[in-house]
């Protein structure tokens, strides 16, 4: 069966200090990746998603950035935090090439100070 | 572009009632899935359902049922005999089948259920 991990689980960070984010997907091969952010008591916001290798798309221009290394892994970065940074980072994977269902991690909580 | 409108931001009922949770979606393509997630307290998103727009038929799963109406465009979700393990933030999505091997998925705002002891 498929898995998806994400770390850490909780940050506090300083502003202007850089981020990095992990999630990694088990049990699948050539996944499509996302990285959703919500802010509190709010819907969610696509950020990045890719559908292979080092192919990356960006849904809103911003501080962050994603990269993905490898075909399961997935991550997102910032060279200086803002403080409007600070929400719930999730990352969720789907089956590449399908309309299919996105399945989620467990969350980043990032607190920016 | 697609939207979907979950009106209900909040909804509070005493332990074993029924409720129903509304969402309302608009597109213009013909072939769309929809989709329902739980968000509890710890914050993953839980898959619960998934739709395609050609299959109206509507389904029951345990405690949870759910109304798929093409023509007043709503997917709503019906939590019968309450507990209080369903308290939870519920987001109701819309996809559309894309290109490129990727399918953009839209969320709508969620309700947020509180189940009362």
């Known amino acids: 069966s498929q898995t998806i991990h994400q770390w850490p689980a909780t940050l506090v960070q300083p502003v202007g200090s850089p981020l990095s984010l992990e999630c990694t997907v088990e049990g699948t091969s050539n996944p499509n990746l996302y990285w959703y952010r919500q802010a509190a008591g709010r819907g969610l916001q696509l950020l990045f998603y890719s559908v292979g290798i080092g192919q990356i798309s960006s849904e809103v221009p911003q501080n962050l950035s994603a990269s993905r290394p490898q075909d399961r892994q997935f991550i997102l970065s910032s060279k200086k935090l803002l403080l409007s940074d600070s929400g719930f980072y999730l990352c969720?994977?789907?089956?590449?090439?399908?309309?299919?269902?996105?399945?989620f991690g467990p969350g980043t909580r990032l607190l920016v100070l | 572009a697609q939207k979907v409108t979950q009106a209900q931001t909040e909804i509070s009922v005493v332990e074993k009632e029924d409720v129903t949770l509304d969402c309302v979606y608009e597109?213009?393509?013909?072939?769309?899935?929809l989709f329902w997630y739980k968000q509890p307290p710890s914050g993953e998103l839980v898959f619960l359902i998934r739709r395609n727009s050609f299959d109206e038929q509507n389904e029951i799963s345990g405690r949870y049922s759910w109304n798929f109406q093409k023509s007043t465009s709503s997917f709503n979700f019906t939590i019968t005999a309450s507990q209080v393990v369903d308290s939870a933030v519920y987001f109701c999505a819309l996809s559309e089948a894309g290109s490129g091997g990727y399918q953009k998925v839209t969320f709508g705002t969620g309700t947020k259920l509180q189940v009362i002891p």
């Open positions: 969720a994977w789907s089956v590449w090439g399908t309309v299919e269902t996105q399945y």
């Open positions: 597109t213009r393509d013909t072939t769309y899935y």
